[in-house]
């Protein structure tokens, strides 16, 4: 078949229509000071003129504007504020990363941009993560008023990066997990506040949630969130690409171990792990993708061998 555009081949496995081949992205972490042109500039370095992905992720190094492990009493949670989006620094960033990015790949590259949920925020934010369940079974109310603060502000600037021209969000879940919480308590702080935040985001035609975590995820309880695309570790945390199909009728992003071959080679194992997720969901409505992150140190060799591989793929 005619070999297609980043866009439509993307938008065509949303669909579950057949592709030249399989959309592929990896990503990890960079580090641009502060700076939205240069976060869009490494990113484009990265996506496009090195590795030549169909998606384009702009990874959360642009820090959310209140300091990591800075809340150790219990006063400290209200020290979390509305962040207002017409004067903030952090804001105006984003919209400069999202803007100068979309300069450099054109109309035709899809362009997400990673976005942490209210729950992640919280924990990022407490000194130690046990406090924000400490905080949920003796002042629940004051973990709603953060929570609702924080979905707020995500919402807000998951609206101004999406009228800046991201097509989407990488919308990232931590704690969703019974490895962190019981799933009630998650229903009761997490989900919630993701709503609220992804509210944000409904213009977005390319919207994934990623469910962060290496066992025991609640995805059932986030099969049905507003999103278009369902990304995981399949390989570490389950379920399989092929459970997972049987249920959801939602894209699936995965299919590689974000620390196995695919940083690590050898360049076979690359290759079977891609094949066996093509074998799993059919080829049909998927990204071809690392679970999460792979380690900022990778060797870009095998990288390079993943993005080779990709074209092996391409139908007849």
Not at 185 to 210: K, S
Not at 225 to 234: A, E
Request: charge should be negative.
């Amino acid at each position: 078949m005619a070999t297609l555009t980043k866009r439509e081949r993307v938008q065509a496995a949303l669909r579950g229509e057949v592709v030249d081949r399989p959309p592929v992205c990896f990503w990890h972490h960079f580090r641009p000071h502060g700076s939205g042109h240069r976060l869009a500039e490494l990113t484009y370095d990265f996506f496009v003129r090195r590795f030549d992905l169909d998606i384009v992720k702009l990874m959360p190094d642009l820090r959310y504007p209140f300091p990591r492990r800075a809340v150790v009493e219990l006063d400290d949670w209200y020290l979390i504020d509305a962040i207002d989006m017409r004067r903030s620094r952090y804001a105006q960033e984003w919209v400069r990363a999202v803007r100068h990015l979309r300069e450099l790949v054109g109309p035709d590259v899809p362009i997400v941009v990673t976005v942490f949920s209210p729950l992640t925020q919280a924990m990022y934010a407490a000194a130690r993560p046990e406090f924000v369940l400490e905080l949920a079974a003796e002042h629940p109310a004051l973990l709603h008023q953060v929570l609702a603060l924080l979905a707020e502000n995500i919402r807000a600037h998951l609206e101004l990066v999406l009228a800046a021209g991201a097509d989407g969000v990488f919308f990232a879940l931590q704690g969703c997990t019974a490895a962190t919480m019981p799933v009630e308590r998650y229903r009761e702080f997490g989900r919630p506040y993701d709503l609220l935040a992804l509210a944000g985001a409904a213009d977005g035609w390319l919207n994934i949630l990623h469910v962060h975590g290496d066992r025991e995820l609640f995805f059932d309880d986030v099969l049905h969130y507003p999103v278009q695309v369902l990304s995981w570790s399949d390989r570490r945390a389950g379920p399989s690409l092929r459970e997972a199909r049987q249920r959801t009728e939602k894209c699936l992003m995965g299919g590689w171990d974000e620390f196995g071959a695919l940083t690590n080679g050898p360049l076979e194992a690359i290759r079977d792990e891609a094949l066996d997720a093509l074998q799993q969901t059919g080829g049909r409505k998927f990204i071809l993708a690392n679970g999460c992150s792979v380690p900022d140190e990778t060797d870009e060799r095998w990288l390079t061998a993943a993005r080779q591989i990709v074209e092996e793929l391409r139908t007849a």
